[in-house]
C-alpha cells in the first residue's frame, strides 16, 4: 500500500541555518503531497502542498517540490528562527485518506 | 467560525470503562476523520465520514465506534478502554480544498 517515509528526529539547529527535511513517498498514480506542522500543544495545520510532479509548493519561506522521478517531497527553509521549532509531518492523499509520516521534531536553538 | 472543535481537552480513563470524545465543525465540511497519535508513529486514521449517515474504518477501528447524524458533528465512541487506547485524538475535517483542519486535540490516558 501506499506509504511515507520521513527522516527521524529530532533534528537540531542554529537559528538562521539552513534546513532540510527528507520525505520520500511510495504510491500507485500520482497523489497530492503535503506538509504539515503541529506546534507544541496544538493541532496539525497545512503548511505546504503539491498536487503533481514538479509542482513547488511554498508558505512561510519554506518550500517542497514534488518530484516524481525520486518519489521525494523535501521541506527546505533557507534561515530557520526559534519559532520554527515544532514537529513537521509529510503526508499523501491516498483515495480521501491521508497517509502520515512519523513526523520529524525540529528544535531551533537561538 | 470555530473552525474543528473537540471536548474535552483531557481525560483519564480506567480499564473497562466508556466514553465518547466529541468533535464539530462549523464549515459545512462532509468529510470528517479521527485520527491517533502516537509517539514515533505519525497519525493513524481511525474511522472517517464522508457525509452524514455514512462512516466508514481506517486503519485501526478496532475498539472504536462513530455515527454522523449531522453534518457538523462527528463522535467517537470508546466502547470499552483499554491502556492501548491511550494517545492524543485528533478530529479533523476536509471540505472541497485539499487541505484537512485539525481540531485541538484530546490526550487520554487510560489507567
Known amino acids: 500500500g501506499d506509504s511515507v517515509t520521513q527522516m527521524e528526529g529530532p533534528v537540531t539547529l542554529s537559528e538562521e541555518a539552513f534546513l532540510t527535511i527528507n520525505c520520500t513517498y511510495t504510491?500507485?498514480?500520482?497523489?497530492?503531497l503535503f506538509w504539515y506542522v503541529q506546534y507544541p500543544g496544538e493541532g496539525l495545520q497545512l503548511l505546504l502542498k503539491?498536487?503533481?510532479a514538479d509542482d513547488k509548493g511554498s508558505n512561510k519561506g519554506f518550500e517542497a517540490t514534488y518530484r516524481k522521478e525520486t518519489t521525494s517531497f523535501h521541506l527546505e527553509k533557507g534561515s530557520v528562527q526559534v519559532s520554527d521549532s515544532a514537529v513537521y509531518f509529510c503526508?499523501?492523499?491516498?483515495?480521501?485518506?491521508?497517509?502520515w509520516g512519523a513526523g520529524t521534531k525540529l528544535i531551533i536553538k537561538p | 467560525n470555530a473552525g474543528v472543535t473537540q471536548t474535552p481537552k483531557f481525560q483519564v480513563l480506567k480499564t473497562g470503562q466508556s466514553m465518547t470524545l466529541q468533535c464539530a465543525q462549523d464549515?459545512?465540511?462532509?468529510?470528517m476523520s479521527w485520527y491517533r497519535q502516537d509517539p514515533g508513529m505519525g497519525l493513524r486514521l481511525i474511522h472517517y465520514?464522508?457525509?452524514?449517515?455514512?462512516?466508514d474504518q481506517g486503519e485501526v477501528p478496532n475498539g472504536y465506534n462513530v455515527s454522523r447524524s449531522t453534518t457538523e458533528d462527528f463522535p467517537l465512541r470508546l466502547l470499552s478502554a483499554a491502556p492501548s487506547q491511550t494517545s492524543v485524538y485528533f478530529c479533523?475535517?476536509?471540505?472541497?480544498?485539499?487541505?484537512?483542519?485539525f481540531g485541538p486535540g484530546t490526550r487520554l490516558t487510560v489507567t
Open positions: 464549515m459545512n465540511h462532509e468529510y
Open positions: 479533523a475535517s476536509k471540505g472541497n480544498s485539499y487541505e484537512q483542519y
Open positions: 503539491a498536487t503533481k
Open positions: 503526508a499523501l492523499d491516498s483515495n480521501y485518506q491521508l497517509i
Open positions: 465520514s464522508v457525509g452524514a449517515g455514512i462512516t
Open positions: 504510491a500507485t498514480g500520482y497523489p497530492s
